[in-house]
């Protein structure tokens, strides 16, 4: 790097060359307050010698403009972690994104991805060409899968998925950079066999003894949350970049959420209301539940807050009734945005309260529960758009739409009748628990959302959820596919029972039937048997399925 930057600038004093050549090579790899140590010692190194910063001029323009086309906000730490990504990429052919969930690692990626093909239309440079990318998992798929294997029945050897991706990467002879993205966790099961794909080799070596040799526009892109069990041969080959989520936050997130999904039919106060609550209240409350609660499964900030966003969003914005219509359909009436603003915030006030008792610590334990009711009372004790009752704690209320006020889960309860009809263990007496997880459910799916019940074994989360998928399905909306995980499940039995269940739209697109949604119930999730580094491939097909809607074809 050094050498490069030398040949670019030679008229600049070495000193300032090394030392951006020590900066640029290292800063993309630490963390928020290792980087403030590292800065130190670099002044320390150099006495006296003030290092410029670089004016990127018309790249830093187009991620800018690539960042407000997708509807994301401009983050100056977002800025730089793309360009220190793509300085990376320019002086190693395999590239590490590491980083935990919600950090922005697919963000940077993707934009960057848009910005090198604009540049080409404004700059003619070999580091500015358009990009392809093939993305897969490679934990959701078996060894024999990935690299390829001989074929048992008719001794053929059958291509995997990786080497299908780096032959056609190899095929094209275009001067278009090719990324395989490698998104999941890296292990020594797997990353072992592409040591000398990440070397100086480039080179792909198969169990067949054939050897696919990589050309200078196909780069290796690792998008990883740690790297506790890659081995340092693997971690020595690849070029680093940490994204940290605490650089970036959660706010990004709610203002863009604010203005792209909040309809224009919503007044500037009410959005700016809306805002402050979330600027007011959320890091006080995720702060509290990390020291004073204990959850059942750590969560990152940013999922719980994105969570927040999708139940307030569905509360707020459903398809807007008369009373009249909403009684005679028995749902809950819809909210007019365009109404007195005191109105409509004392509203607001009352939902957010309600959502972000559910999505903060809607996954702690019991005995932690009464700490938050405390905290939540003291907290929005100054709030005098809400009010909450003084009895019982928040997890018994919700906001009736009607009345607007908080009301007892018990307002909604059914009342059961026995038929005798029914087997006995199909039996199920509605309680103010089987109301209001399944309300909530409800809710979350109709925004597509995916719903994760966690809780001790007996408790009832099977019985609450097929209960709640067999109301959804009653009313046609839905049709309910349950998978049975066990110790012995595969990712690939996995694929075959969610691929059996949908129908064949076109070659390569399945789907629910005509105006029917899917919902994939997964019943003992935490079942099936972890690998040797703690995996479990059946769950990440689901993860690879929900971040991009669908599976590579195994018979291919």
């Not at 600027?279 to 499964?297: E, P």
């Not at 009249?324 to 749902?331: D, G, M």
Request: hydrophobic share 40%.
């Amino acid at each position: 790097m050094a050498g490069a930057l030398k040949r670019e600038n030679p008229d600049k004093h070495e000193d300032v060359v090394l030392i951006r050549a020590l900066r640029d090579s290292n800063l993309p790899k630490f963390l928020k307050q290792d980087a403030i140590l590292f800065k130190a010692i670099l002044k320390d190194l150099f006495p006296g010698i003030v290092l410029p910063e670089h004016d990127y001029g018309q790249f830093q323009t187009v991620i800018q403009d690539s960042l407000k086309l997708n509807g994301l906000q401009v983050q100056e730490n977002l800025i730089k972690k793309i360009i220190q990504l793509h300085e990376t990429m320019i002086v190693r052919h395999g590239v590490m994104l590491v980083g935990p969930t919600g950090g922005g690692k697919t963000t940077c990626y993707r934009i960057l991805k848009e910005t090198l093909a604009k540049m080409k239309e404004i700059e003619v440079s070999p580091y500015y060409q358009k990009v392809r990318t093939d993305i897969l998992n490679p934990k959701a798929v078996a060894m024999g899968e990935l690299y390829g294997e001989v074929n048992k029945l008719t001794l053929e050897w059958q291509d995997g998925l990786m080497a299908v991706c780096v032959r056609e990467a190899v095929r094209d002879t275009s001067e278009d950079q090719k990324w395989i993205v490698c998104d999941g966790p890296v292990d020594a099961l797997w990353i072992e066999n592409m040591n000398t794909v990440l070397d100086d080799n480039k080179m792909l070596c198969l169990a067949n003894s054939e050897r696919i040799k990589l050309n200078p526009t196909i780069h290796m892109l690792f998008e990883v949350q740690d790297l506790a069990v890659a081995s340092p041969a693997t971690v020595s080959r690849c070029g680093m970049v940490y994204v940290d989520p605490e650089e970036l936050g959660w706010r990004p997130y709610v203002k863009s959420w604010i203005m792209e999904r909040i309809t224009s039919s919503m007044k500037e106060a009410t959005k700016d209301y809306l805002f402050n609550l979330f600027d007011t209240y959320i890091d006080s409350g995720l702060k509290f539940v990390r020291k004073n609660c204990h959850q059942v499964i750590d969560q990152v900030d940013i999922g719980k807050v994105t969570g927040l966003c999708a139940l307030l969003e569905v509360l707020l914005f459903e398809a807007i009734e008369t009373r009249q219509q909403a009684k005679e359909k028995k749902t809950q009436p819809g909210v007019d945005l365009s109404e007195d603003p005191v109105k409509l915030h004392a509203l607001i006030a009352s939902l957010f309260i309600f959502c972000y008792t559910w999505n903060l610590a809607g996954n702690v334990t019991q005995r932690t529960m009464d700490n938050w009711d405390g905290f939540v009372r003291e907290k929005f004790s100054d709030l005098t758009e809400a009010r909450l009752p003084p009895s019982g704690d928040v997890y018994e209320y919700f906001v009736d739409m009607e009345s607007r006020r908080f009301e007892k889960w018990d307002l909604i309860l059914p009342e059961f009748k026995y038929d005798r009809e029914v087997p006995y263990f199909d039996i199920l007496v509605p309680t103010v628990d089987t109301v209001r997880y399944g309300f909530l459910m409800e809710k979350l799916l109709g925004q597509r959302r995916s719903v994760l019940f966690t809780g001790e074994t007996g408790v009832g989360k099977s019985v609450i959820a097929k209960g709640q998928l067999l109301t959804l399905q009653e009313k046609g909306f839905y049709i309910p596919v349950t998978l049975n995980f066990s110790a012995q499940t595969s990712s690939k039995r996995t694929q075959e029972i969610i691929e059996s269940k949908l129908e064949k739209k076109r070659k390569t697109i399945l789907g629910a039937p005509a105006g029917k949604h899917i919902v994939i119930f997964v019943d003992d999730m935490n079942m099936p048997k972890l690998d040797r580094y703690g995996s479990q491939p059946p769950i990440e097909l689901l993860r690879q399925y929900i971040d991009f809607s669908g599976f590579y074809d195994r018979e291919k």
